[in-house]
């Protein structure tokens, strides 16, 4: 853990009754206490991260990060999934978010399963394409009425090519990342037919749907937006006047140095910044359990400390020429 004042963190440890409390039964668990001083809260807090992702103590695993926070995973599996969870560490594939409500999120990744025909099922569930029929003797019933109902294509009786299904697939992750808006398409002409028809009760379900869809498709512009502003140079002054340079790109920490203030400090962290900003972007949705984890620890340090704003420095004003470098923070 990090701690501002040493001597309280650790009392309250010591002081706590065991085995009620958790301080105490951490206590109970430990068989040696280090220290580790760092130049600043932000430094601590990364430093406590990295170490839960090396060990991965039983008492904190998550960061205590807010529960209430959704994501999206398009699974890697032979037959992909989309899964709305709040841990998505837990998966392998192509994870979207943080969305700001894991209810809202549950509902419109239900939506869109049930427009794309994307199943639902558990991982291991036996998954046999279109084309491996001729190894059967006797056809594969869907494992479940969804495929009745006209909601899943049914990769688990051979209902569907390969092709065909990671298709729905990719149309799924591509509307989690703000390129495509197909899957409204399908909704507004329902809602518009059913309403010309005057079924309005049909309609104001089809409209359900769309509201579900516009929520995620608003929030996944946001989360798009968020990121993009948190790419930065922050010049953290420290506690005791011992200053860092971190550089952020899209809420992850890619360097950090002593903060430059000679001519030639300055010239050599230009270069870093400009070689960060050369790389080629990642593809979104493809980040580690361990790069999401600390573009959560940046969203939340700035979101929660508005004045940390005040030491940011765009990358450009690094990149762009050495004597622009050296611009104060603001």
Known sequence: ?????????????FRASYPEDKGARILHAASDIRIDPTPSEFAAALA??????????????????????????????????????????????????PFPSRGRTLEAARVLMDLLGIRDCRADMPVHYADQQDLFAEPVR??????????????????VSEPAYRERADIAAAFCEGRSIGPIGRVVHEMGERAEAGDFERAAYWRGKFESLEWLMAAVAR?????????????DPGARG???????????VRACYPDPVSPIEREAFAGVVSSELAKPPEPIGRISPERLHQRLLVMSWFRNRPNAWRWTVPLSDWAGATSAAGVSPR
């Open 1 to 13: 853990g990090k701690a501002k004042a040493l001597r309280t963190r650790l009392l309250s440890y």
């Open 48 to 97: 406590e991260l990295e170490l839960i992702r090396k060990f991965r103590p039983p008492f904190n695993v998550a960061m205590n990060r807010n529960k209430s926070a959704g994501f999206l995973v398009v699974t890697d599996e032979r037959a992909p999934r989309l899964v709305s969870t709040a841990a998505p560490e837990r998966y392998r594939g192509r994870t979207y978010g």
């Open 142 to 159: 869907a494992a479940c009425p969804r495929f009745d109902f006209g909601t899943c294509l049914g990769p688990c009786a051979g209902l």
């Open 223 to 235: 989360n798009r937006a968020s990121l993009e502003a948190l790419s930065f140079v922050y010049r």
């Open 242 to 252: 011992d200053a860092r340079a971190f550089v952020i790109v899209r809420g992850e």
